[in-house]
Nanobody, 124 residues
Framework: QVQLVESGGGLVQAGGSLRLSCAASGRTFSTYAMGWFRQAPGKEREFVAH????????YYADSVKGRFTNSRDNAKNTVYLQMNSLKPEDTGVYYCAQATGRINLIFRQGYDYWGQGTQVTVSS
């Protein structure tokens, strides 16, 4: 079992920044990658970014590329999502997730464990 706890969400004006954290505990040694997804009201949960746990390589959705930065601290078993130049369309609940495999990492089915989510609201 892996437990994931997100934090750092909140209300911010457009153009502002937030930094999300996701602390992992439990059987984290089997982690291949950590991902971030978000879900806006009435919409499907969508991929935001993922990071390879070992080498730190990252991949982003086009909608956040250049504005969001995904990083990790292996010693703390924590991943971060630095979100800059936020837009109202970035509003939603942000979830982190853990993957033990290396396929489907831009899809929900590629992940084994999920956090409870943290709300991000960007006002215009």
């Amino acid at each position: 079992q892996v437990q994931l706890v997100e934090s750092g969400g909140g209300l911010v004006q457009a153009g502002g920044s937030l930094r999300l954290s996701c602390a992992a505990s439990g059987r984290t040694f089997s982690t291949y990658a950590m991902g971030w997804f978000r879900q806006a009201p009435g919409k499907e949960r969508e991929f935001v970014a993922h990071i390879n746990w070992s080498v730190g390589s990252t991949y982003y959705a086009d909608s956040v590329k250049g504005r969001f930065t995904n990083s990790r601290d292996n010693a703390k078993n924590t991943v971060y999502l630095q979100m800059n130049s936020l837009k109202p369309e970035d509003t939603g609940v942000y979830y982190c997730a853990q993957a033990t495999g290396r396929i489907n990492l831009i899809f929900r089915q590629g992940y084994d464990y999920w956090g409870q989510g943290t709300q991000v609201t960007v006002s215009s």
